[in-house]
């Protein structure tokens, strides 16, 4: 897992942020250029950025609303890490979670009803489920292993999270949140699950010997999710592959690649067919995104030594830098 080190050398926490997509014409992202962590939003076509928080906590993981009309992120500001969400204008801030412990990686669902959130208040990581018009917190899993956040169906009857502990806790599950229904989809040490936005696959890191691969879950045809699914490997390199963002058309998947002997961001075909390069430097290039409309991608880059946001398409052409700065640029949702 050579690739997942270096990563983490690089101190940036957003390599597994997901989304479910959102309405949002600006991509917003967190900057240190006042010397702490705040969000940001900036316009793909005009380059201009606007700060949405200004304090002296540290703020991190943005995630548009289905509507783009709010962001939700974790604050430190009270002492310890909090779910809070601010408008796309940066008018106004709520702090949703008070709970002792940390509550972190927010994840909307697609109606915008709720926020699924991993909270560590019974002193392991769980996933709950919170009204965004106020309410308490609903635990929804209950295990001692470490449970971490993956995605919402497109439908939203499902959310898939991974977890950790022994063969029989190990892998990928997928939680009813409305019911009782629970299905351990995989039982091998398998991460970060990303739902198609037909809703028809899911694509996860798995690590074998010490390896991260892309694979595939597919639900079979006039199946439900309860049953048996279909598994393909998608990538198959000695160097680390993960990070996968579908695109909206659910027929490509962009990933980022360790097997140039640095990360860069690569693009496939959703059964893992004519994987393309599309970023080509030394530097590490990570976190991609899609546009609402499928055309663009942005991601970051240390090309210019700080991480910044980048923008190019598609295909890999038209690259330009959107922000320019001393400070570290990170953690891009649209």
């Known amino acids: 897992m050579g690739g997942l080190k270096k990563l983490g050398a690089l101190v940036l926490t957003a390599l597994f942020v ?15 250029v006042d010397g702490d962590a705040e969000i940001y939003v900036v316009d793909p076509e005009s380059g201009d950025s606007t700060p949405l928080t200004d304090n002296r906590s540290a703020d991190s993981s943005p995630v548009w609303s289905p ?6 992120f974790v604050s430190d500001e009270s002492g310890d890490l909090e779910i809070n969400v601010v408008d796309a204008n940066g008018k106004l801030t709520e702090r949703l979670t008070n709970i002792p412990g940390d509550d972190e990686a927010p994840l909307w669902s697609p109606d915008g009803k709720n926020i699924a959130f991993v909270s560590n208040q019974d002193g392991n990581a769980e996933i709950y489920l919170m009204p ?26 499902w959310l898939a999270f991974a977890r950790d502990g022994n063969e029989e806790e190990r892998g990928l599950w997928l939680r009813n949140p409305d019911g009782v229904n629970l299905v351990h989809l995989t039982e091998e040490e398998d991460y970060d699950p990303i739902w198609s936005p037909n809703g028809k696959h899911i694509v996860f890191v798995r690590v074998s010997d010490g390896n991260a691969d892309l694979y595939l879950a597919s639900r079979l045809k006039d199946s439900s999710w309860q049953d048996n ?27 980022v690649s360790f097997r140039d002997g640095n990360a860069e961001i690569y693009i496939m075909h959703d059964d893992g067919s004519k994987q393309l390069r599309l970023t080509t430097n030394e530097s590490h290039d990570f976190d991609p995104v899609w546009s609402p409309d499928g055309k663009q991608i942005a991601f970051v880059s240390h090309l210019y030594g700080q991480g910044e946001i980048f923008l190019m398409d598609e295909d890999g052409a038209n690259q330009r830098r959107l922000t320019i700065n001393d400070a570290e640029d990170h953690s891009p949702d649209w």
Do not use: Y
Not at 67 to 72: C, E, F, L, M, T
């Open 18 to 32: 997901v989304s479910c997509g959102s309405d949002a014409d600006r991509i917003t992202f967190v900057s240190e």
């Open 67 to 72: 509507d783009g009309k709010q962001i939700a």
């Open 132 to 157: 965004v018009d106020g309410g308490r917190p609903i635990r929804i899993t209950d295990k001692e292993p470490d449970d971490s956040m993956g995605d919402w169906s497109p439908d939203g009857e």
């Open 229 to 255: 699914v279909e598994l393909t490997r998608l990538t198959q390199h000695e160097e680390d592959d993960l990070a996968a963002a579908w695109s909206p058309r659910s027929d490509n998947i962009a990933f």
